[in-house]
């Protein structure tokens, strides 16, 4: 069973930053390519960012890039979500995934106001 840990969101201010953390049970946290995704009040889930497995390879969302870093530290089984230059259009509950699997953790929320 694995279990997912999300943490960092908080209240900024529109071009402040957050960095978000993910914590997953069990050891076998570095088999996995791990994504990051957020859902905003009244649209669906979307995926924000993604890396694989080793770390070298990394993707986003156009709404992200250059913007948002996705990194992960295998032997911490974490992988953080560093967040700049913060707009009000990111405020949404962040989630982490484990990617081809059913397995998420509560979330965690982040405000940009203006």
């Known amino acids: 069973q694995v279990q997912l840990v999300e943490s960092g969101g908080g209240l900024v201010q529109a071009g402040g930053s957050l960095r978000l953390s993910c914590v997953a049970s069990?050891?076998?946290?570095?088999?996995?390519?791990m994504g990051w995704y957020r859902q905003a009040p009244g649209k669906e889930r979307e995926v924000v960012a993604r890396?694989?497995?080793?770390?070298?390879?990394?993707s986003y969302a156009d709404s992200v890039k250059g913007r948002f870093t996705i990194s992960r530290d295998n032997a911490k089984n974490t992988v953080y979500l560093q967040m700049n230059s913060l707009k009000p259009e990111d405020t949404a509950i962040y989630y982490c995934?484990?990617?081809?699997?059913?397995?998420w953790g509560r979330g965690t929320q982040v405000t940009v106001s203006s």
């Open positions: 995934n484990p990617f081809g699997t059913a397995y």
């Open positions: 069990g050891r076998t946290f570095s088999s996995y390519a």
């Open positions: 890396i694989r497995t080793g770390g070298g390879s990394t």
